[in-house]
């Protein structure tokens, strides 16, 4: 693994070597790189199959399979715009375009300064109060642009 610091690799080997002989350790394995690093660097997935007795699709194949795993690093908040068919009848399409283009990312992607993530979700719960968009932990209902902009003065 490449790293200036060599962080990542220590926080992967120590993660493998605590995990190697674990029945099932690898989502273990995972969740604590994760948290420690708040993603699983891509070139740490090697360590991680050969640490495992697993190949790199094997471990390449669990990462890209759950949503709470990011293989690079992720903003400070996420914001999640709810794309269920309730949210969509009442402008939540309207409401996606603004948010990617007011942030400059796509879905999955991070913005610049690494303040915001932006994912898709497809229910927040709030249905009969679309749109909704979740920025960390808060649902916020009845969104429009203009209320998103006022939000994200407000972070």
């Known amino acids: 693994m490449h790293s200036s610091s060599g962080v990542p690799a ?11 002989d674990t029945p099932g350790g690898l989502l273990p394995l995972l969740h604590e790189i994760q948290a420690s690093l708040g993603f699983i660097p891509k070139d740490s997935v090697a360590m991680i199959a050969s640490g495992m007795g697993l190949s790199r699709a094997e471990v390449h194949g669990v990462i890209s399979f759950y949503h709470d795993f990011h293989d690079r690093p ?7 715009v709810c794309r269920a068919e309730a949210c969509q009848a009442v402008g939540s399409r309207q ?8 942030l400059g990312v796509d ?9 915001f993530s932006l994912e898709p979700v497809y229910c927040l719960g709030n249905c009969a109060c679309g749109p909704s968009i979740r920025i960390a932990d808060d649902v916020f209902a009845r969104m429009d642009a203009d209320r998103f902009d006022e939000l994200l003065g407000d972070i």
Do not use: P
Request: charged content about 30%.
């Open 10 to 20: 220590t926080v992967v080997s120590s993660a493998v070597r605590k995990f190697a």
């Open 74 to 80: 992720r903003g400070q908040k996420t914001i999640h």
């Open 95 to 102: 409401l996606e375009a603004h948010v990617k283009n007011r």
């Open 107 to 115: 879905y999955g992607e991070t913005t610049a300064d690494r303040r």
